[in-house]
């Protein structure tokens, strides 16, 4: 599968920051999934979890938008958490979609970085 050369450098770029990056391809778009993921302590039920976000191929003109984790992430106090209670299949895995949208996007400033930044601050909301 070839990446768009922006997107490559950046899995390289956080690959060398110490995350476990896979990069599949999903239907005609990228999988970019996170492995073991950290999640802020006292918010979720699990420490860490799979992180999917999805591409497409005209990155970083189309922006990133929504992301996944490993089913069955909850709440500490055991409650499903706001727009994150849908289950889909992407690359050949069942995730939970959180419906999370940037409300802005600027390809010439927003990267797969400044949106990791926006999913840790919903990951890190308390509801």
């Known amino acids: 599968m070839n990446l768009p050369p922006q997107l490559l450098q950046e899995i390289d770029s956080l690959r060398k920051e110490g995350y476990t990056i896979e990069v599949q ?3 005609g ?3 970019i999934i996170f ?3 950290p999640l802020p302590k006292g918010v979720w039920n699990k420490e860490k979890t799979d992180l999917l976000i999805i591409a497409q191929i005209t990155y ?3 922006q990133l938008d929504m992301f996944w984790v490993t089913p069955g992430l909850l709440l500490a106090n ?3 958490p706001k ?3 849908v289950q889909e299949i992407h690359c050949v895995t069942s995730w939970q979609r959180f419906s999370w949208h940037p409300q802005k996007w600027n390809p010439a400033h927003d990267n797969i970085t400044t949106y990791l930044e926006l999913v840790t601050y919903r990951l890190g909301m308390k509801e």
């Open 25 to 27: 391809e999903d239907g």
């Open 29 to 31: 778009s990228i999988g």
């Open 35 to 37: 492995k073991d993921y």
């Open 60 to 62: 970083p003109n189309a």
């Open 78 to 80: 055991g409650q499903t």
């Open 83 to 85: 727009s994150g209670d």
